[in-house]
């Protein structure tokens, strides 16, 4: 099976594998988010299992980040033009201040794209000014905001303590995730919702976003 074949090029650190046997699956007829989420976030998984396990070394893990980087590279074309419709709802994106780590948003940022409703990618490091200034320009219905490192994780109280004190808190639904990042910590600072994985994020919009939408529309969260 192909899927397996992308897991073990991912576990393995095999970017240009990892490369060829995307676009092998992409040939056949594979469903460019069955790719996405059978190969590529299924390899991540297998590495961040080991990893909290202590199975593997910092290096590897590296080495693993970049096959599924090169992945997504291949799957990003595929995934914007195989939008079937063309949703409402703005989401804005991004990794917080401090912090470099993009595999997980980026991941997140494939599954949103995947269901037709635009997303807007701040990249990595994002100070808070730029939350802000997106908020206010863009009008989303959802912040996102990633966390990989413990030490960045305050930054998003920040955030969401700007935007109060700012009067735009109400406006705005606001999901954190990351790994350091849990269900406790996300009520603590003011967050409406926390996402485990890349899966759990669309699986929540499918749900939720329409309804979302109608109660900003109506001037309600």
Do not use: C, W
Not at 70 to 89: E, F, M, T
Not at 111 to 124: F, P, W
Request: net charge positive; glycine share 10%.
């Amino acid at each position: 099976m192909i899927y397996e074949e992308i897991i073990k090029s991912i576990d393995e650190g095999e970017a240009d594998r990892v490369v060829e046997l995307s676009k092998n699956a992409l040939m056949q007829g594979y469903p460019p988010i069955q790719v996405l989420q059978k190969g590529l976030m299924a390899g991540m998984d297998k590495v961040a299992d080991k990893f909290r396990e202590q199975r593997v070394m910092v290096p590897e893990v590296l080495m693993s980040t970049r096959a599924i980087h090169a992945g997504l590279l291949v799957l990003a074309p595929y995934l914007k033009s195989k939008r079937i419709n063309n949703r409402k709802g703005v989401i804005v994106i991004g990794t917080v201040a401090g912090d470099l780590h993009d595999i997980g948003k980026n991941l997140v940022k494939m599954m949103v794209m995947s269901t037709g409703v635009k997303i807007i990618d701040l990249g990595i490091n994002v100070s808070t000014r730029k939350f802000i200034n997106a908020v206010q320009k863009e009008k989303p219905d959802i912040l996102m905001m990633a966390s990989l490192l413990t030490t960045t994780m305050p930054a998003m109280k920040v955030v969401i303590e700007e935007l109060t004190e700012g009067g735009l808190r109400q406006g705005v639904k606001i999901a954190v995730g990351g790994a350091p990042v849990d269900e406790p910590f996300a009520k603590e600072i003011g967050a409406d919702y926390y996402f485990e994985s890349a899966k759990d994020v669309t699986d929540f919009l499918e749900k939720n976003l329409e309804k979302i939408i109608n109660r900003k529309g109506r001037g309600g969260v």
